[in-house]
């Protein structure tokens, strides 16, 4: 056929009418699509040329030409796989803009550097089927990649091992088409860091769905930062990260799954370093921090060491239009290869701060010495609904001691994790929210700094201190239950502030109190404010500002009715077990009922208080005036066990 290709040419270009609506140009697996109102004055030279819009056709190249009816989208390229082939079609406006290398199923395009605001963005439209085939593209101006019904595996490495590969280093839209079902997987060999891999800022967006697996090591990289809304992403296997990505990931929106991941589930390193030298400073440019404002993610991960979600600066959590639903669970136990720098496993890790300020997040580690939410620097709880649980047990050893340090009144030693439900090391401060913090075999709710609360509910049940502050702890309002089977119910190694708000604190018995400052170092509780029901009793010698009562026994598993006056204060529920002895403070003069009927209201605290209730019945109990202080020899000790010891210092 090519032996005739000039005249075959020349008779095609001559028959287009004002009717045709596009000239197809077929070079290899490429087809140049030029609508006939582009066209323009077509230059045919020396029968061996030919050029249209700009671009010159070698026709001893040339396949075919073909005029037909189809309809073509300027700034378009569609890719369309089919087995062990694949063929480009390149709308004729920015045909020279675009190189396009088709090797079987694998195709590579190359994209002009002369493509800039003038040109206009060009979309890639990926669609059909390969079992080995991949798509490679680069540039230097912003694109846009369509998958519409797209499933593509890369087994043979020919541009790179991924599925999708864009080494351009702009924004990149990846549009995940409309009720599509698209999946992408890399080669298990090759030097590939994604199954989709951008170079630049890559935004996930579209209603259709991806599935990616990663069979090398992360499944979807982007160099630089990433956003997503709308579209559902299936991230169904990894060796490495599920999403990782620098600067800085956004989710806006949409559904994301992850699952079968080699490490964590969803990383954020911090980007590069300045040209000094030093390592970028996150908070000055927007680099390692994650936001989570909207969708629903649900991610599981078992390696060792490994985090639902992790951040090299900041995590924040907050409520834009739509709703924000994450659901963490993990399973990994520590990370020893580095037996000098222990790692565990958590839900939820900020190498910086971790703000909540809405949003539903269900946090569940069942690691050996994980963390749900943990942070290096502080947190802070403005609104939403967190539920972190620490189910698993703790890892190492302590001398003279058990877990928490203090039991035996010995310090630690050897290498340890232990297993905490929420821990920062810097201050945590709560203003709204509902938070539920639980550890099975350590503390729940645990600051390296300050713990301050001014509002929300806080419910903390663990076998070491329910709340552990490092140094001082204040409550001004909200409402806070610290329920210990093991130790002190609040514990704060600096000075405690009972100012506004309810309190229910409970220990697990003498020597333990429920409200436990350290007087030992010069510091003491002070009561302040608000309404409290302590079981097992207080600190001794605190400071009374506001009266405090006791009675002298209590009955277990009983509903009981505190009054302020003539108003009920809390109906509250006794454990099973705990210290001897309940003090009770509120504004005025208190009133105690034993046996209460509880209806209605709503439940907080774990089902062991309810607010807004109806109390019926019950018989009265005799409260006396308070002034001391029970005077375990723990009491002041950073662990709030005997001894003093430095258990809840870990």
Known sequence: MKKHISAMALATLCSMSATAQTLNVEVGQVVYQIPAAQAGEMVYKNGETV????????????????????????????????????????????????????????????QSADVDDSVGEITYTLSGTSADGEFYMTGSYKATVALNGLTLTNQTPVYSGAAICIMNGKRIDLSVKKDTENTLTDAATGSQKAALYCKGHLELKGQGTLNVYGKLAHAIKSAEYMQMRKCTVNVLEAVKDGLSCDEYLLIESGTLNISGVGDDGIQCDLDGTTTTGQTTDHEDEDTGNIYLQGGTITIATTAVGAKGIKAGGDIVVSEASSANVVTITTSGGVDTSDSSDLTA????????????????????????????????????????????????????????????????????????????????????????????????????????????????????????????????????????????????????????YLQGGTVYAICSGSPEVALDANTEGGYKLYVQGGTLVAIGGIENGSSLTQSCYQASSWNRNTWYALYNGNDLALAFKTPASGGSGIVVSTSGTPTMKSGVSVSGGTSVFGGMATTGATVSGGSSVSVSSYSGGNSGPGGGGPGGGPGGGPGGRW
């Open 51 to 110: 050029t249209i819009i700009d671009k010159e056709y070698h026709l001893s190249e040339v396949d075919q030409m073909s005029v037909d009816q189809a309809e073509v989208a300027d700034n378009s390229v569609s890719v369309v796989y089919s087995g062990t082939e694949a063929k480009v079609y390149v709308a004729g406006n920015i045909a020279r803009y675009v190189t396009p290398t088709v090797s079987g199923a694998h195709v590579s395009i190359e």
């Open 345 to 496: 496993s958590a839900c939820m890790k900020a190498d910086g701060n971790i703000t909540v300020g809405a949003g539903t997040l269900t946090l569940t580690n069942t690691g050996q010495g994980g963390r749900a939410l943990n942070s290096d620097g502080a947190m802070t709880f403005a609104g939403g609904t967190v539920t972190a649980r620490a189910e698993g047990s703790n890892y190492g050893s302590s001398s003279g001691g058990g877990w928490g340090g203090g039991w035996g009144g010995g310090s630690s030693s050897g290498n340890h994790k232990y297993a905490k439900g929420i821990k920062a090391d810097g201050n945590i401060t709560i203003s709204d929210g509902i938070i539920t913090a639980y550890s099975k075999n350590h503390e729940g709710l645990e600051s390296k700094g300050t713990i301050t609360i001014s509002g929300g509910q806080l419910y903390a049940q663990a076998s070491d201190d329910a709340i552990n502050a490092a140094s001082h702890l204040t409550i001004s309002g909200g409402m806070v239950c610290g329920y210990s089977t093991g130790n002190d119910g609040i514990d704060a190694n600096g000075n405690m």
